[in-house]
């Protein structure tokens, strides 16, 4: 049972409908009425054709009528008139426009009926010796053929509905898919702006740190020592955070500028860097130990990336919360296809409750590494400090090319 929508069904005629009606009336109504035929036929005929101008936005009525029409003619002609293709032409409509099975079965009986006994009228008719009875052999000849082509016209009809219905699917599953990719789009443009947040976290919150530590100790210097140089040195370690913070800033800001899904982050501080925000820590007054162990050779860019954060807010955390007396030591090793960092201090620890009232540090480091398929460990260190130890899928070594 025909259970789908009337596909995009036209509500009046169009030009082609009017198109249509014009030239069959011409053909097959117009003869009548400068013939030696009734004229009635001509009004039959009209009756026929006209209606087929609203076909598709009614094929029931439609065909009904026309129908209708065609039994009208058999009180005025023995014959059957060229207007009766009228009925095809409805019964293609009804086929092609129809809303249920039934609608079309009994339109293809009625045909088929009327198939019957155009085929014996037409034997008749064309009979080579009258009186010598029925003409069954031309019965069954003109029958089959007039059955052949109302079946044609219905199997017609039916074929266009059909290619009319693929071809609103096929149209729903491209806005389907057009609607899936971009709430993808949505979703990557979120999953981006997630990204670069925690980006910018990382980079102003650790440059930050080391610039209220220098800033505090250059006043201290000042005030408590005379030092001179010691402020110099601080004010300079300052200069050069706060150069990097803002250039690292920049590069994030102009991600967010760039239009369309084509906008990607320039490479941002991996393996390789590690020892230098090592170095930077150290000029900012913390005792740092780095020990690496060749684990940070040929490391895929984005673990690279993960461990450079992990790395930078761990030491972030220790300037923040550690204290003036506190060390840190930075251990990074790889085995088994798994890189693990290990950043530990001996410092006060993190506060319960610092990092939610402060900042999202912890809560980046472990977006960070889960995104990866690794994991994240803090609590504090046996002894006093604070521990945090990263696990990272490294993949198999690539050399350096």
């Not at 009337?6 to 053909?27: I, M, N, S």
């Not at 209606?51 to 029409?69: D, I, Q, S």
């Not at 480091?365 to 398929?373: A, F, I, K, P, Y």
Request: proline content about 4%; glycine content about 10%.
């Amino acid at each position: 049972m025909r259970t789908e929508p009337l596909l995009e069904q036209p509500t009046r005629p169009t030009w082609g409908d009017w198109l249509l009606v014009g030239l069959l009336w011409t053909f097959a109504g117009l003869p009548y009425l400068v013939g030696a035929q009734p004229a009635v036929l001509a009004v039959v005929a009209t009756v026929q054709i006209v209606p087929l101008a609203w076909r598709r936005a009614h094929p029931v009525v439609v065909f009904g009528t026309v129908a209708l029409a065609t039994l009208s003619q058999v009180p005025f002609s023995d014959n059957v008139i060229a207007a009766n293709i009228a009925l095809l032409f409805a019964l293609y409509s009804l086929a092609a426009w129809a809303s249920s099975n039934l609608e079309l079965v009994l339109g293809l009986s009625v045909c088929a009926v009327g198939a019957l006994v155009a085929g014996a009228d037409w034997a008749e008719f064309a009979a080579v010796e009258p009186g010598a009875g029925f003409p069954w052999r031309l019965f069954v000849i003109t029958a089959v053929m007039c059955l052949a082509v109302t079946v044609a016209a219905a199997a017609l009809g039916d074929a266009a509905r059909r290619r009319r219905q693929l071809v609103l699917q096929l149209r729903a599953r491209a806005e389907d898919a057009e609607r899936e990719r971009d709430q993808h789009a949505q979703l990557a443009a979120q999953s981006e702006r997630t990204r670069i947040a925690r980006e910018m976290h990382d980079v102003v919150a650790h440059a930050l740190a080391v610039i209220v530590v220098q800033s505090d100790g250059a006043a201290y210097a000042v005030r408590h020592t005379g030092s001179v140089g010691t402020a110099a040195d601080a004010l300079e370690t300052i200069g050069a955070t706060s150069r990097e913070a803002l250039a690292e800033t920049r590069r994030l800001v102009g991600v967010l500028r760039e239009e369309g899904s084509a906008a990607e982050l320039a490479p941002s501080a991996g393996a390789g860097d590690i020892a230098t925000l090592v170095d930077r820590v150290r000029d900012a007054g913390l005792p740092v130990q780095l020990e690496t162990d060749g684990a940070l050779e040929g490391l895929p860019r984005e673990v690279g990336a993960a461990a450079y954060r992990v790395v930078q807010e761990a030491l972030t955390n220790v300037i923040k919360h550690g204290g003036p007396d506190a060390t840190a030591s930075v251990t990074i090793t790889r085995a088994d296809d798994r890189l693990e960092v290990t950043v530990s201090d001996t410092g006060r620890g993190l506060l319960p409750g610092a990092d939610d009232q402060h900042g999202h540090g912890l809560v980046g480091m472990r977006e960070r590494t889960s995104v990866l398929g690794g994991s994240l460990r803090t609590g504090p260190r046996p002894g006093g400090g604070f521990v945090v130890t990263a696990e990272i899928p490294s993949g198999e070594r690539t050399s350096a090319t």
